[in-house]
Nanobody
Framework: VQLQAFGGGLVQAGGYLRLSCAASGRILSSYAMGWFRQAPGKEREFVAAISWSGSGTEYADSVKGRFTISRDNAMNMVYLQMNSLKPEDAAVYYC?????????????????WGQGTLVTVSS
């Protein structure tokens, strides 16, 4: 599976962005998908995950109510809608695929990773 995340950019605090993750090489429908982020000097952290069917989702407490993960299995795409962005949301965002199919928050459970897309939030 090859994953490519895109859609990052510079946004003002309170603004929004929609990240996309495109998959190729294998059909994503059997994989759970996750979004993680890594800020400079910090460890990579879990943001959101969605089960293979889309029926299950999980979010980090810091983004609950502001971010929404979704997927389109027919298009082999996963999305992260980010609203009410805060300066502390600034990071490189990565999408990842988990062959287990159910939502997980741990990085080690994910088999494939995209290259990341940078989100910058100005205050």
């Amino acid at each position: 599976v090859q994953l490519q995340a895109f859609g990052g950019g510079l946004v003002q605090a309170g603004g929004y962005l929609r990240l996309s993750c495109a998959a190729s090489g294998r059909i994503l429908s059997s994989y759970a998908m996750g979004w993680f982020r890594q800020a400079p000097g910090k460890e990579r952290e879990f943001v959101a995950a969605i089960s293979w069917s889309g029926s299950g989702t999980e979010y980090a407490d810091s983004v609950k109510g502001r971010f929404t993960i979704s997927r389109d299995n027919a298009m082999n795409m996963v999305y992260l809608q980010m609203n009410s962005l805060k300066p502390e949301d600034a990071a490189v965002y990565y999408c990842a695929a988990d062959g287990g199919g159910v939502v997980h928050t741990e990085t080690w459970r994910y088999d494939y990773w995209g290259q990341g897309t940078l989100v910058t939030v100005s205050s």
